[in-house]
């Protein structure tokens, strides 16, 4: 028995974050067209309560 599928073995090669342009980070999903970090291309920035610094 192998451990997956297939498929999943063509998946590895794929870039899923690149660079995004408004906060820098490594974090824009190619797919999903979102950055993950700020909410890019959100007009507000992504930011929640919880997330925050004490």
Known sequence: ???GTAV?????NK???IRCRRCGHH???????R???CGFPAP??????WAKAK
Not at 44 to 49: A, C, D, I, M, Q
Request: hydrophobic share 30%; proline share 0%; aromatic share 8%.
């Open 1 to 3: 028995m192998s451990n």
């Open 8 to 12: 999943m073995g063509k998946m590895s």
């Open 15 to 17: 870039k899923v974050h």
């Open 27 to 33: 974090a824009y999903h190619v797919r999903e067209k």
């Open 35 to 37: 950055c993950a970090h």
């Open 44 to 49: 507000k920035l992504r930011s929640y309560r």
